[in-house]
Structures are given as structure tokens and as C-alpha cells.
């Protein structure tokens, strides 16, 4: 059976050798792993449906590569088992708006660690959320801050015993629900494939690429590339040798050049079907983003 290569992913993180379990070495890692793999939907874009077993994200992370939640958090779990850590696996499910119904719809993997040396709580660990946390949280309810974010944790009612991670106001969902259950990857594979395929999903309808640091997020939907902190700047990449440079400098991805043209096609066309959308009449309705 292949096995974890610990000292390369720690190398991708940007970080030395392996450390205890504890708080500070969880939040550590946490925060290398969202700042420096990023949250990517290439393969969906270019009609690819990926695995989802956890060594071979882990392998797409050592290439250079990141994923959405299933790929990411699965990868990162993997990484923290090797580690010594205790992971547990939740379905979950994203709330685009406050008026939509808090559902397990399945459409997000979340991580919870638990008895850490140093701390009595549970810790939410989730580095698939994109415009999301930068470090674990402890799991018990209250508003948490990070940097000019704020989150807030509390009891859902999406399930008996299940969690609610509201988002900050400039994120680009209105909350996560998570359900106490340990599960594994095969319990995503068929909304996997239906996020990855299906018209309908938002990860089909609009390339997105976000990573998270300790002062904003850096998120680009089609061309706009746009820096969310304190203030939001927006820019337009409309160049593709710049739409390239800014996968490379911000995400750090460099993409084989078969794939460069028809993913910047699709970009360009989704730009523009934005565009077309936007000069419609106004009807209250707003994408999904599992």
C-alpha cells in the first residue's frame, strides 16, 4: 500500500521537520496549507472528474496542485493522521444565503481534531472552504476573529448534534453546516461527481481559484482577481499572459500548456456571460457555491 510522504508535504507547506501534536503546531499547519494550496476547479473545468482517494490528493498537493473541499481537506487529513493527529471526517453542507434551509446536502468535507495535548476542546479544522478560516477554531460556540474576518461557531439545525460555521458578511457563502458523524470519502463520490459534471454546479458554471493569509483573501472568478480584506480591490485580467501571471504569482499554479487555452476560452466566455447576466433586470437569486 503506498504510504504518505510526510517530509515532502511538510516541504510543500513551507515547513520544517514534524512537530508534536498540540495547538500551535495544528494552527501552523493550518495556515501554511491554506496559504500555499490553493482552492482550484482546473480539472472541473476542463470536464476531468478526479479522485477522490486521499493519497492521490495528497500526490495533486506534491505536484504543485490544490482542489476543492473533498480534495483539500481530504489531502490535509491525511497529512495530520501521518502526524498524530486525531481526524475525524463530517458531512457537510454549504448555506449560500441566510434564507436558504441549513441542509448535510453533502456538498463539503469538514475536519474536527480532538485530544490535542494541550487543549480540552475539539478543534474545526478546514482548509476546503476557499475564502475561509485561516486557522482551526476551537469547537464551541461563540464570534471569532481573524484578522479583519469574523466567524461564529454554535449548534445547527441542519441535524441532530450538528455544527454551524457562520461566515463573515464578505464571504462568499452565509454559513457551513457540519454533522457529527465520522464518514469517508467514498460517502462524497457520488456528489463529487455531480459537483464536478452537472450544469447546474457552480464549480461547472465558473472557474474560481482562492487561497486565504492571515490579512484577507485573494479569490478570482473567471477574469476579476479580487483582494478581500479590510477593503476590497478588484481587477480585471482580461490579458491572457496576465490572467496566467496571476495563477502563478497569487496561486502558485503553473498549468501544462495543453490546458491553458481552453481553460482561458472558458474564462473569457464565462466573463462575458457575466457581463450579459449583469445588464439583465435584477431577479433576487445567487449562484451556488458548494
Not at 78 to 94: I, M, S
Not at 108 to 131: C, K, M, N
Not at 182 to 191: E, T, Y
Not at 251 to 266: I, S
Request: glycine share 10%.
Amino acid at each position: 500500500m503506498a504510504s504518505l510522504d510526510v517530509t515532502a508535504f511538510l516541504r510543500r507547506l513551507g515547513l520544517g521537520a514534524a512537530e508534536p501534536p498540540g495547538v500551535v503546531a495544528l494552527t501552523r499547519l493550518h495556515q501554511a496549507f491554506v496559504e500555499r494550496v490553493p482552492y482550484e476547479t482546473v480539472e472541473i473545468q476542463l470536464g476531468r472528474v478526479t479522485s477522490l482517494d486521499p493519497l492521490d490528493s495528497a500526490a495533486r498537493v506534491l505536484a504543485g496542485r490544490g482542489g476543492y473541499c473533498f480534495q483539500l481537506n481530504g489531502a490535509f487529513a491525511e497529512l495530520l493522521r501521518a502526524l498524530g493527529y486525531h481526524v475525524t471526517r463530517h458531512p457537510g453542507g454549504v448555506q449560500m444565503t441566510a434564507d436558504a434551509e441549513p441542509v448535510i446536502s453533502r456538498s463539503h468535507l469538514a475536519l474536527t481534531v480532538r485530544d490535542l495535548p494541550d487543549s480540552d476542546d475539539a478543534w474545526l479544522v478546514d482548509a476546503g472552504l476557499g475564502d475561509g478560516l485561516h486557522s482551526p477554531l476551537p469547537l464551541r460556540a461563540g464570534v471569532h476573529r481573524q484578522g479583519p474576518f469574523t466567524f461564529e461557531l454554535g449548534p445547527s439545525t441542519a441535524a441532530a448534534g450538528a455544527w454551524r460555521l457562520g461566515h463573515d458578511v464578505r464571504g462568499s457563502f452565509h454559513a457551513m453546516h457540519f454533522a457529527p458523524g465520522d464518514v469517508g470519502l467514498d460517502h462524497f463520490a457520488d456528489r463529487h461527481v455531480e459537483l464536478s459534471t452537472s450544469p447546474e454546479s457552480g464549480f461547472v458554471r465558473t472557474f474560481g481559484v482562492l487561497r486565504a493569509d492571515g490579512r484577507g483573501w485573494d479569490v478570482l472568478r473567471a477574469l476579476t482577481l479580487s483582494r478581500v480584506g479590510g477593503t476590497t480591490t478588484k481587477t480585471l485580467l482580461d490579458d491572457r499572459a496576465d490572467w496566467f501571471t496571476a495563477l502563478a504569482d497569487v496561486y502558485g499554479l503553473v498549468l501544462a500548456e495543453e490546458d491553458r487555452e481552453p481553460l482561458w476560452r472558458k474564462a473569457v466566455s464565462q466573463h462575458e456571460a457575466h457581463l450579459a447576466a449583469a445588464a439583465q433586470p435584477v431577479t433576487g437569486t445567487r449562484p451556488d457555491r458548494p
